[in-house]
């Protein structure tokens, strides 16, 4: 829907960008000429993301490993960008984490799992991305990807709840402070665009959980690649000048229709949260044994 040179000269960060959401908006960029620097803790996702990337895009995708809760690694991450002539002008807030649980059995830890993430590291970012633009007195664009529960709330995510509100937050107050440096903040709320290990945390053990939202949504499906990739780049073009502060939901309109997720969950009892639980702990180690 873009011209293919509508991102030409432009070099993306992206958080989270070897898988899901991440690699989705990323091969939509590359398409309309970004070039893109994904981030990422698992090193083997990313090599495999780059190199399909520069497959179809040549030498225009690099990645880094870096855990975005390490303040100090991301600090030193952009300014390498800079130094080494990869000076980064937009930024998507991907990276993330969640699962499903009663809020009465959540541990400190599993309340920091998330909320280190998606709050604090997403900030970090930001926050030492947009001190390089206005040092450098460069523009800039960044969009985050949060939830619909930041307008309705939603039970037993509480920790991404709180922690993506806390993003919307930020969209609209850096949008006043640093507006008058040219760089401009918005957010993506996007509804259920399937991937694997969201679908495992979010919806353990349900059969097709993508088909029962479909069936749900006013327009009868759910999202696509294409979805998440256009608007991203339509936000981040020069086309979108004018447009900051901004949260737009991205969900069919299922929100005004269903409200926050996982009430279906209120029916569970102690047995169905167990086996929840042991599913979630499973995915969880098989992700941690790929990573070693």
Known sequence: MFAPDLMAGSRVLITGGGT???????????????????????APVLEEACAAMNAAHPGRAVHAVVDIKDVEAVEAAIARAFD?????????????????????????????????????????????????????DMPGAVVSIVVTWVWTGAPFVLPSAMSKAGL???TKSLAVEWGRYGIRLNCIAPGLIPTEGMLARLRPGE?????????LNPLGRVGTPEDIGNLATFLLSPGAGWISGQTIALDGGNWLSQ??????????GDAEWEAARARIKARTAADKAARD
């Open 168 to 170: 919307d937050a930020m």
């Open 259 to 268: 409200g926050g997720g996982f009430r279906d969950y209120l029916a569970w």
């Open 84 to 136: 080494e002539g990869r000076p980064i002008t937009h930024l998507i807030n991907n990276a993330a984490g969640n699962f499903v649980s009663r809020t009465e059995d959540l541990s400190p830890r599993a309340f920091r799992a998330i909320s280190d993430i998606v709050f604090h590291g997403s900030f970090g970012v930001t926050q030492a991305l947009g001190r390089q633009w206005i040092a450098r």
């Open 20 to 42: 899901g959401l991440g690699r989705m908006m990323a091969e939509t960029l590359l398409a309309h000429g970004a070039a893109v620097e994904i981030w990422g803790r698992r």
């Open 207 to 215: 059969n097709d959980p993508a088909e029962k939202a479909a069936a």
